[in-house]
């Protein structure tokens, strides 16, 4: 932690946004796919479609011309058009504020709804990426066996007070320094501190 605080003492949200419902969708578009690429096309849709509203008369298949680029888009246009159904229909526009109601969004699993919790609602949550789960496992901090699994172990380390901040920190040392190919366990600066004697590479379970 002290590392990490070091490197980003305030770590920023990844996804360019401008409110909840924005935030939800753009954690939505990202599964499979990189923030970057998220953030190229998202300044377009949400210029059209900023609000569970105007997302709604959009439709599937507007949304699909626009979110095209980015992978699984057909199922994606599917789930964004659904949920902003809902969210207009059952929770009068707005982002609901509990685990149990944003998962029961089309799209939205508990990764996508721990981000919408800890980011937008400020709510103590560990959102497990692919990053955090190579890093933990790299940093024996976790057996690995699951995202799941690595969600539980982080919680149990580290202060629940400094979940939001950490999972940003341990994503942008795992795409900057600890990378998946420039690193296995050996070579970034925070590796060979912790592991100074470790020599075989640490082969990680992928989620």
């Known amino acids: 932690m002290q590392r990490l605080d070091e490197y980003y003492p305030d770590p920023p949200i990844p996804l360019v946004h401008q409110d909840e419902f924005t935030l939800l969708v753009a954690v939505l578009l990202s599964a499979q796919c990189t923030d970057k690429k998220v953030n190229e096309i998202t300044p377009a849709l949400f210029q059209v479609a900023g609000t569970p509203d105007q997302m709604r008369k959009l439709g599937e298949p507007a949304i699909l011309d626009i979110i095209r680029p980015l992978g699984l888009s057909k199922q994606k246009a599917k789930s964004l058009a659904g949920l902003s159904e809902i969210l207009v229909t059952q929770h009068d526009s707005q982002v ?4 149990e109601e944003l998962e029961k969004l089309p799209g939205v699993g508990h990764k996508t709804a721990s981000v919408v919790m800890s980011q937008a609602f400020g709510v103590p949550a560990f959102p497990v990426d692919t990053h955090i789960h190579r890093l933990a496992q790299r940093w024996g901090l976790t057996t690995g066996k699951s995202v799941v699994q690595t969600e539980r172990d982080l919680k149990k380390l580290f202060p629940e007070a400094t979940w939001n901040r950490l999972h940003l920190q341990i994503i942008f ?22 592991f100074p004697k470790r020599r075989k590479p640490v082969v990680w379970l992928k989620p």
């Open 96 to 99: 609901p504020q509990s685990f």
């Open 173 to 194: 040392y795992g795409r900057e320094h600890c990378t998946a190919r420039g690193c296995n366990g050996t070579q970034c600066g925070l590796c060979k501190e912790l």
